[in-house]
């Protein structure tokens, strides 16, 4: 007679070859853009296989990636002056839709719902003092497209559901526009529904919809618009920079409570002299904290719920520093990761923006970075925890300047929605 322990067993063994086998998640993908060779590739971010390549597609790296939660990855393709939307999701990624886009593209942003884009595109983008700029907005169900032109410098935007908000560089001012006017405008100039001043050379925005800010870096400090679902502008208040120099590059924590970016102070004409400091603040009470990164160049950073990850390129050597951004350290630096020396990198005495540089994107909970080595065809790990770069993943062309990185990850979703 059989024992109860081996009746169970038999009769687990029988559940399990009549349940149906449940299917497994996907593993999150890299997209990894060469615009110099017009190839964006996509990535087994746990393997490193190239699961495909979008061949001709020149990623434009100042406005970047938009990447959402169901797996869909959106850039502007400079070479079609098309706005692309590919799903990496799969087991090969797939083109779903594209839309044409007007002007020398600077910035886009897609609304919280995943729904429309509006991509800002001007006569071009290294902050004109006048000008003439298209908004197109872009239905990404039926990929219908419309634009409009406004007077404008480099342009900034922002999606607020049907409200387009305009981040204009001259005058310095926000403005809104609604959706619907612009994909029928037919090319015609829009009239701004309101507007709002701001500080001068505005340069990186963000929208928390939580608390209905309009978040915009200028030179007097991050400015925090309240915006109306109505599409008004509505009180207004300064968070100063703290110190010297200003902040370029600004971006929205998952929390929807906390704006992250960093403050470059350039008064010293020697760049391995520039000082960097993180730079964090609270959206709801506009306090801040700084904390100094080290000397050198930053250019683009990383940001997940845990650590925002920035490349310090110095005089000698490349680090990563790590800066937590949750609630249990805000503000403190982790750790510094040492990168080596990049062939081509930044070099005293010669012009650092022209050099190879790295691009960094961070996974959601900030455990691995994602470092591309521009001009060496590859993408360097980092373990974080660990402090160290673990392994290397192999790309076809050079990434010649860096080229441009996003991450997705099955089922993560972001508040900021404006491209990276």
Do not use: C
Request: charged content about 20%; overall charge negative.
């Amino acid at each position: 007679m059989r024992s109860f322990s081996a009746i169970a067993t038999a009769l687990l063994s029988a559940v399990a070859l009549t349940t149906p086998a449940q299917a497994a998640p996907s593993p999150a993908r890299l997209l990894v853009a060469d615009p110099a060779a017009s190839a964006v590739y996509v990535l087994d971010a746990r393997t490193g296989r190239v699961t495909g390549t979008l061949s001709g597609r020149k990623l434009n790296d100042h406005a970047g990636t938009v990447v959402l939660a169901d797996g869909r990855v959106l850039f502007v393709d400079d070479a079609a002056k098309q706005l692309v939307v590919v799903n990496v999701a799969g087991a090969e990624p797939r083109v779903v839709g594209t839309a044409p886009v007007e002007g020398e593209v600077s910035h886009f942003a897609v609304d919280a719902a995943g729904r429309f884009a509006v991509v800002a595109g001007s006569e071009g983008h290294e902050h004109r003092a006048e000008g003439h700029a298209t908004l197109t907005a872009v239905d990404l169900t039926t990929f219908k497209s419309g634009h409009g032109v406004v007077h404008s410098g480099e342009p900034g935007v922002l999606v607020d559901g049907g409200t387009v908000l305009h981040r204009n560089d001259a005058p310095a001012q926000l403005e809104s526009y609604r959706l619907g006017d612009v994909l029928k405008a037919g090319g015609a100039h829009l009239t701004a529904a309101a507007t709002k001043a701001i500080g001068e050379h505005g340069h990186g925005e963000a929208f928390s919809p939580k608390h209905r800010r309009a978040i915009t870096a200028t030179e007097r400090g991050v400015d925090l618009t309240e915006v109306t679902r109505a599409g008004d502008f509505g009180a207004q208040r300064v968070a100063a920079w703290g110190g010297p120099g200003r902040g370029f590059y600004l971006r929205l924590h998952d929390d929807a409570d906390t704006a992250v970016t960093y403050v470059r102070d350039t008064s010293d004409p020697d760049w391995t002299k520039w000082t960097e400091h993180a730079f964090l603040l609270d959206v709801r009470t506009g306090r801040t904290t700084r904390t100094p990164l080290g000397s050198g160049y930053v250019f683009r950073f990383g940001l997940s719920d845990e650590l925002a990850g920035y490349v310090v390129h110095g005089a000698a050597r490349d680090e990563l520093a790590l800066v937590d951004v949750s609630g249990r350290g805000f503000g403190d630096l982790t750790r510094r990761v040492d990168l080596g020396v990049l062939p081509g990198g930044p070099q005293g005495g010669k012009d650092p923006f022209a050099a190879q540089t790295r691009k960094i994107a961070l996974d959601d909970a900030g455990r691995t970075a994602f470092l591309t080595a521009g001009g060496q065809g590859r993408v360097d790990i980092v373990d974080t925890a660990a402090g160290r770069i673990t392994r290397s993943l192999a790309v076809p062309t050079p990434l010649d300047r860096g080229g441009a990185i996003a991450v997705w990850e099955p089922g993560v979703s972001h508040a900021d929605t404006v491209g990276r």
